[in-house]
């Protein structure tokens, strides 16, 4: 495995990857893409890390970024106020673990001395080194983008409008309740049928792990 230092890290110009899964713009100016943008909400007074998305991934960066360099300002942008861990969350499926006990805020990164910023991140401008936001932008150095994935409902018809009926918990939340709830209202004899999407999918391993939580539910 290659080994980077710390230097040869914050060289690196931009990190991670699914810039269009959520929606984000990446080019020059953007002409005429949006309003023109007229304040800088953080003026930048030193070095500056931004990390867009406060998942695993996300979230890992901004830490030890400020673990290993305190002189470093790093701003999260992240627009949900809480983290709903995927790992884990077939537990909730079976009863053995509460969606409070895989929920998680953003206080602890900011005992670390990162800026939590609950906004989401609507472009990326490289060439002028900064991110657009609905109000205004942010300067950078160095930019990290983790965003995770989104759900694309309207590529399957009348998903979309069906979404609270068809459960997949895919994402670890709301739904991860509400398919437990619909498990454990399930009358004796009931069928509970889990599909594999075809690879390449994220996590694996998950719908294994989940039809093995569910089987050792209905069987204790």
Known sequence: MTQFTRREFLRTGAAGTGVGLLGLSVGGGLAGCAAPLTADIAPNTRRRVIVIGG??????????LRMGDPSI????????????????????LSGVRAIDSITFGYDGLRRHGVRVLHEAATAIEPDRRRVRLADGYLQYDRLIV????????EQVEGLAANQDKVLHAWKAGPQTVQLAQQLHSMPDGGVFVLTVPPMAYRCPPGPYERACQVAWYLKT
């Open 55 to 64: 998942g695993w991934g996300g979230a890992t960066a901004a830490k030890y």
């Open 73 to 92: 300002e790093v701003i999260l942008l992240e627009p949900n106020r809480e983290f709903v861990s995927c790992p884990f969350s077939n537990l909730v």
């Open 146 to 153: 983790s965003p995770g994935v989104e759900f694309q409902w």
